[in-house]
């Protein structure tokens, strides 16, 4: 069921959502949490439909925001806001709100919002597109105890990644971050079959792909080894090599779905490390709402960091060096940032 509000107001939209629940035969819908979703027209569409996902896991109110920008000045100046209410089969497991600020109101979206949170449940506060530089003293953001960003979607995920790191609050997240999970599960499973001191580590992957840097950040943060991070045309993340005293172990995708997992005196075994769709990840993120302190460590390690120190250790241009697979092949010094490009996401 959808409901249609023009010139509307929070309390009519309260008003509606109880409306239309009685309509459809269900006064009552157990939520567990409001996730507000902080959109424009252009990509309001792929982010309703991937919350709408991750609501049969997580059956919530979504509230997307959506900012309409006014062109004249006399418009600015006008204030209104139009809402779609949608209840039943057309808002999957919970209720959707979705809301079009225009002129001046579209500033003071959280007074919009506040009144239409769940009473007593959490609060998560997602942007797809667009992050503030500071997502917790964002006003939306203040109201949550869960902020997610993508840094991926950033024009310059690296100089994203370094914002994400300066501004980090706890409740902070990045989708970026939640790639890369299944990889660093599995790594920790090889080194519990075969533990041995890791003394260096090298990540391959696309350039300007933050999921890399990341994955690169918590290996230097947590092994306290030099980790290399090397170039590849992906699809996103497509090798990891941890150099041990007992051998090597390699975690290599290069179809971006089946990955092979080689370790030493050990046959290779195929693992599914396949790419996650973002309902997926969201739907992960969601699983928890207290700090995540792994990201934060990892994510303050600093990409300037890990490019600094993997300088001492960066095979020389001219030179043959060894792929992750362990194949001889050329690479490119881990210091130098390859041609930027937009690259698929992990």
């Not at 507000?36 to 439909?49: F, G, R, S």
């Not at 109201?143 to 995920?157: C, F, G, V």
């Not at 300007?208 to 030099?226: F, I, K, T, Y």
């Not at 390690?301 to 030179?319: I, K, M, S």
Request: aromatic share 4%; hydrophobic share 40%.
């Amino acid at each position: 069921m959808k409901i249609d509000l023009t010139e509307t107001t929070s309390s009519k939209i309260n008003q509606a959502l109880v409306s239309a629940r009685r309509a459809i035969g269900t006064p009552a819908i157990g939520m567990v949490l409001t996730l507000v979703i902080v959109t424009d027209e252009e990509n309001a569409y792929d982010a309703l439909k991937s919350a709408g996902d991750a609501s049969r896991e997580h059956p919530s109110r979504l509230i997307a925001v959506i900012k309409r920008v006014s062109r004249s000045p006399r418009a600015r100046r006008d204030a209104r806001l139009d809402a779609e209410v949608r209840v039943g089969s057309d808002a999957g497991t919970g209720e959707t709100v979705v809301l079009r600020l225009h002129g001046e109101l579209a500033n003071h979206a959280q007074s919009v919002v506040l009144p239409l949170l769940l009473p007593d449940a959490p609060v998560v506060v997602w942007w797809p597109q667009d992050s503030p530089a500071d997502p917790a003293k964002d006003p939306l953001g203040a109201l949550a105890q869960r902020r997610i960003t993508d840094t991926y979607a950033a024009e310059r995920p690296l100089e994203e990644l370094a914002v994400r790191a300066e501004t980090y609050a706890p409740g902070d997240t990045d989708l970026s971050w939640t790639r890369i999970t299944p990889w660093r599960s599995m790594l920790a499973a090889a080194l519990d079959q075969q533990p041995a001191e890791v003394i260096g580590a090298t990540v391959e992957g696309e350039s300007d792909n933050p999921s890399c840097e990341l994955l690169a950040m918590w290996l230097a943060d947590r092994l306290g080894v030099p980790v290399e991070r090397t170039y590849s045309e992906g699809p996103g993340l497509t090798a990891v090599r941890l150099e041990t005293k007992n051998g090597v172990i390699v975690l290599d995708r290069a179809d971006g779905g089946l990955a092979t997992l080689s370790m030493q005196n050990q046959p290779d075994r195929a693992v599914a490390l396949k790419r996650r769709d973002t309902a997926e990840l969201l739907a992960e993120e969601l699983r928890r709402l207290d700090p995540d302190n792994t990201y934060e460590s990892a994510v303050k390690f600093g990409v300037d960091r890990l490019h600094q120190g993997a300088e001492v250790t960066a095979t020389p241009a001219d030179g043959p060096a060894e792929k992750a697979d362990g194949t001889a092949g050329s690479k490119a010094p881990a210091a130098k940032k390859a041609p930027a490009k937009k690259a698929a996401a992990k």
